[in-house]
């Protein structure tokens, strides 16, 4: 298997890109579209074709750069069944298998931070999107977000999954790159709460400033950034 976790400055984006080392199909989850060079660069250096790539919901902070790849590369554009982007072609289910050559992608309906948030999990590696973060979580309270999902997202499925489970989120602010569900069981704060009450009490008391061009990005990816 082929891994690598590419960083967006400014919206502080992890972009995950996994590939088959034997049939060298590669699948981009999460990018931004001013990166797609990068990634087009990356594929070309490593010999890999790119064929799926996901955007684990509707990003309110930077234009996906879907449109684009499929645009470069003919590549399959995927977003779980609850997406509003009508542009998707293929629109997974919850614990349906996406596969890539050997490799199999299971797709985990997380919806909390949007209503449309899937995470998905190949072997121990987990893409959270934003519905689980490294010491953090995401916000609910835009784009459908509701605290009671995202508590049964998270702690009925996430942390369900084996303490070893590496974690890779959508997003980073201060420079981590992986953790464990273990990890973060033991030490994320916003997971040391008894219920779903208290967990909706925080959630709801945030009080975070609006995503500077939410309308625009939004509007944006509703056509997967095209
Ligand atoms: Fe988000």
Known sequence: MIFKQVFDQKSSTYTYLIASSKGREALIIDPVLENVGDYIKILKELNLRLV????????????????????????????????????????VKDDELIKLDNLKIRAIYTPGHTSDSYSYLMDNYLFSGDTL?????????????????????????????????????????????????GKEKRQNPRLQVSCVSEYEEIMNNLNLKKPSKIDFNVSKNINLGA
């Open 52 to 91: 799926k790539v996901i955007d684990t919901h509707i990003h309110a902070d930077h234009v996906t750069g879907a449109s684009k790849l499929k645009d470069i590369t003919k590549c399959s554009t995927i977003m779980g069944d609850h997406s509003p982007a009508e542009a998707v072609e293929i629109r």
């Open 133 to 181: 973060l490294i010491n953090g979580t995401g916000r609910t309270d835009f784009q459908n977000g509701n605290a009671r999902d995202a508590y049964n997202s998270i702690f009925n499925k996430l942390l369900k999954l084996p303490d070893e489970t590496l974690l890779y989120p959508a997003h980073d602010y201060k420079g981590e790159k992986v953790s464990t569900i």
